[in-house]
């Protein structure tokens, strides 16, 4: 069955009538719009990352912050949206300013729940750099908890994950948490 059979199984299981006017087209624009929020799935690290990782002496902090992501909980399939913060040390290669934020988007367009994109973002960071250090902090509304459940409209998830000098060194954890908070 394809993606939009089962649409619209669903609306008819919701007791709507699919021949009415305005639903006539939407189990094809359902499906449609479904493999879009869900496009990470077609896409790899190395697709993503492609030719952009240059040779650098610098290795200070390079800091990408506020990267806006949009998700789906894989628990209810609601939305949850937020921001990224993404840092990492270099050692001899930094990675083009943009493909930080396709990797964070990569992994945002799948099914998830926040704990694990923020370790996958950490991990495909130092894994295509090699850097000395990777922290992500992750901060995001979740409608599964705003729509429904506990209906909290004003909660928030924060998430981090700290790899190398972020986890071992409390300055450079120190730093970043400075530097995302201003």
């Known amino acids: 069955m394809s993606l939009e059979q089962h649409y619209s199984s669903i609306l008819t299981g919701l007791g709507e009538d699919i021949g009415r006017e305005g639903l006539v087209d939407t189990p094809k624009r359902a499906a449609k719009a479904m493999q879009y929020l869900c496009r990470g799935y077609n896409q790899t690290l190395e697709e993503v990352v492609g030719e952009a990782l240059f040779t650098s002496d610098n290795s200070e902090m390079v800091l990408v912050k506020n990267i806006e992501l949009y998700s789906l909980c894989e628990h209810h399939m609601l939305p949850f949206i937020g921001k990224a913060h993404v840092a990492y040390m270099p050692k001899g290669k930094v990675l083009g300013l943009s493909k930080v934020a396709r990797i964070v988007d990569m992994f945002a367009r799948r099914l998830q729940i926040q704990e694990n994109m923020t370790r996958q973002i950490a991990e495909a960071i130092e894994q295509v ?29 924060v998430t981090s994950v700290m790899l190398g000098q972020f986890r071992a060194s409390d300055a450079t954890r120190a730093e970043f948490l400075s530097l995302i908070n201003r």
Request: proline letters at 0%; aromatic letters at 0%.
């Open 129 to 157: 750099t090699g850097a000395a250090g990777v922290a992500v902090v992750i901060e995001a509304q979740h409608m599964c908890m705003m729509m429904r459940g506990v209906e909290k409209q004003n909660s928030s998830m």
